[in-house]
């Protein structure tokens, strides 16, 4: 799912990157607080871990083989701050080094499986596991579950990024500039593929090394107790996985706006193609904008800026709660630094 | 302020260890270390000798008792009072049984930098120190290799010079010559016995008997029961063949050259 | 599923991604003319010609674009072949293949028609070619700043770039670890390979791998607890203390003022 650069204009790029970061500074004071000095060691070596993983070919039922991103199995291991944090870096690295992942399209690439993926996995493996023991079936299902929905998850969005390409970037004949397939080919290519085969190679490695690790070092995977300020943050979380989806749709449309293309220019050149582009784009994504319709210019400028609003708005909000989580969380400064990585959870 | 005396080196008073999950590692461990002792660290494997390093170090701590380094309590509560950290991280190296561990930054010269940069020496020192390191190791060419391109002889010798750019007054060392060739066992221990002029203290772990004799002047045994077995001068406890047996320090059928500890009769067609 | 299919592949990625890391290496230190400039200047190029190579509309752009990458090249003493293998195979080939369908699909003027039906458009055409070019180009750009720029300088240079020192110490750290656990991994992988005679079945494959995978990841466990001891008996107290050898010089100021004017030309010509 690494996405090369090429396949994204520079506005959408820079747009991703802006999205990642408020994402990733929340990750590093959150990590950094819980983790105090061994931060550094401690995603180090897990994202070493995780490259690792990344790299495997794993073999499938029937004969196939793929790779596995492992975010989900990261985020219930070390928790979902030190997962962002961990996989941007593997992303990072694999993106300078190996070509695998752009370096302007980075901020997508780890939006997509360093943000969304362990987030979204995580919330779904805290709920469906609830408050059963460490070691038991529903924790394994649970974890295969999650990873599943969070690397599928990961490629909606990915595929929703693809298939705004055409629609907003083109020329002046209608020649697409970046990503040549619309939403109505993006996304069944792309969701076709990862329901069918990344996703259950995903869920296969999650659950073989999650299960092995439930037997082997059940230390790892804590039981959790949750409390009343826990309860909120799954909440936000959840929230913020719904969010997540549907920022790409927002932001990207907004990058428009502010990008190459004028209201004017639009109307001129392509609204004859873009209805038609947004229609069919409503066709496959009709749940979750009921309201929308069919695109007029205003339509469209309205759901840009209420989108946008709500990014802004949660953004916020997962900033101030983190900030006031944290700040309760210290008792005070003589509590000793933590032995273990059990205090980022 | 806490002040350091340095004509005391290491105490452990009623010293114990668990590891998580109550497992006994280390019982009632009473010690002293004074300036200029050079100290062999014996016991089987799982004595507790790493652990008992890494407590002398501060970097874990006690289950009961305490450990005390220059006068001053090694705790968590000490070890967060800035100079004296400082003091204390300057004056004691370890150096680790797995130089992978030691060696986490991306080049040599960075690995020998490391520590005097963190103890905020001017960079004109840390880069006169750095050098001086390496060409004490004669591992100078080796400055700009990366970790995952060195033997791992020169990775030892980069995990012990990148401890002494600290220009340490103890050493402490986890099973320094395992894994090495004999000749440069004996560089080594060469290089230890100068080192240790002028009054520094040794501590150091191994399973070799030969170093021992080579290089210490005092041994302290861990038993297998995790109680100090132990404590003297080598010549005391290493040429009785028993108690060697007892503590697993030597097995049956093994021999050394050096002096006759031989259990039972066999052909040699060489000398001794 | 064949075993030797299974565990030779994942031991032929292992090997290549290892070799690939050292001929980097390698290459880092030929006296090129990348070679030669300040890691920043050459970050900072790289960056700034990829979103020149976004921005870019035309074929002719892109292609001239590419035949700078070639010359960058050879004038650093890249050998041809081995350039052209990292930046042509997978991804601008996938590329290709995925652009593919939309030679048919592009709605616009046709262009070529294929049998009776089949219509390939101008528009398709462009934007196959637009897609590739680009994808290849920027990849390129990656590849030189790889292949021509040490690690450490790279690292240096993001944070001079204020990229978080918490970012910078952790990915330097990750990429010296990458290594490790590839070779660790490597070795169970060979050592599998020779003890197994005929082929394992999927199951049994996936069981090893799963027992293989959950070793390594508490393999990293342990080494994060070791390492920050390590660091800790040094002592560490802050990310981003590292003697930073980077200067500019005469060649950096003349590449800027080039790479510079080089941009502005393609993206004024862009316009018209």
Known sequence: MHIPDGYLSPATAGTMYAVAAPFWYVATTSVRQALTGRTVPVLALFAAFSFVLMMFNIPLPGGTTGHAV?????????????????????????????????????????????????LVGYFIYRVISSNSEATSTRRLVAAVLASYIALVAAAFVAAVEFGLQPHFFHTADGTPLYCPYGLDEALPAMMGGHLLIA????????????????????????????????????????????VALATPVGLLASGTAWGEWGVDELEDLGLGFIPSGMQRFAEWWPAPLPDYGWPRMGAVIGYILSAFAGIALVALLLWLLGRALIRKGQVSTREPPPATTDALR | MMTLDTGRIFEARNLDYDYPGNIAALRQINLTIGPGELVALLGANGSGKSTLLKLLDGLIFPSRGEVLAFGQPLSEKSLRDGPFVLEFRRRVGLVFQDPD???????????????????????????????????????????????????????????????????????LLDEPTTGLDPWSQGNLI????????????????????????????????????????ADGRPEEFLSDPDFLLRTNLVHEHSHRHKELVHRHQHLHDHHH | MKSEGFLSRNIS?????????????????????????????????????????????????????FVLILALGLLSRIPLGLFLKRILIFIPIFTAVIAIPALFVTPGEPLVTVGTKVIITE??????????????????????????????????????????????????????????????????????????????????????????????????????EEVYLAMLSRGYRDDGLVLNGLSLRRWDFLWVAFALAAASLLLWINQL
């Open chain 1, 70 to 118: 492992g975010g989900t199995l990261l985020a219930i291991v070390l928790g979902p701050w030190a997962a962002i944090i961990g996989i941007s870096v593997v992303l990072g690295i694999q993106a300078l080094f190996f070509g695998d992942g752009g370096l302007i399209a980075f901020g997508a690439n780890c939006f997509n499986m360093a943000i969304v993926l362990p």
């Open chain 1, 199 to 242: 996703g259950p190679v995903e869920a296969l490695t999650t659950g073989l090394v999650f299960a092995y690790l439930q037997r082997t070092h059940s230390s790892l995977i804590k039981a959790d107790v949750p409390g009343k300020r826990e309860g909120k943050l799954w909440l936000l979380w959840g929230a913020l996985g719904l």
């Open chain 2, 101 to 171: 561990v030691q060696l986490f930054s991306s080049t040599v010269w960075d690995e020998v930098t490391f520590g005097p940069l963190q103890l905020r020496i001017p960079k004109d020192e840390v880069v006169s120190r750095g050098s001086d390191a390496l060409k004490l190791l004669n591992i100078a060419h080796l400055r700009e290799r990366p970790p995952y391109r060195l033997s791992s002889g020169e990775k030892k010798k980069v995990a012990l010079a990148s401890v002494l750019s600290l220009h340490p007054q103890v050493l």
């Open chain 2, 190 to 229: 060469d290089f230890l016995i100068d080192w240790a002029d002028e009054g520094k203290s040794l501590v150091f772990s191994t399973q070799d008997l030969d170093t021992v004799e080579e290089l210490a002047s005092r041994v302290i045994v861990l038993g297998t029961d995790h109680i100090l077995v």
């Open chain 3, 13 to 65: 990625n292992i090997t290549h991604i290892l070799e690939s890391v050292i001929s980097a290496e390698d290459l880092c230190r030929a006296p090129g003319l990348l070679q030669g400039l300040d890691a920043r200047v050459k970050v900072a190029t790289v960056v700034l010609f990829i979103v020149v190579v976004g921005l870019a509309r035309s074929l002719p752009i892109l292609g001239a674009v």
């Open chain 3, 123 to 224: 528009q398709g055409a462009r934007t196959a070619g637009l897609l590739v070019l680009r994808v290849t180009d920027s990849l390129s750009f990656g590849v030189l700043l790889i292949l021509t720029t040490r690690w450490t300088n790279i690292l240096a240079a993001l944070r001079w770039f204020r990229v978080p020192s918490l970012f910078v110490a952790i990915l330097g750290m990750t990429y010296r670890y990458i290594l490790l656990l590839l070779h660790t991994v490597n070795s169970m992988f060979l050592a599998r390979r020779s003890r197994t005679l005929g082929s394992l079945s999927g199951g049994e494959n996936r069981r090893w791998l799963a027992q293989a995978l959950g070793t390594t990841m508490a393999k990293s466990h342990h080494l994060s």
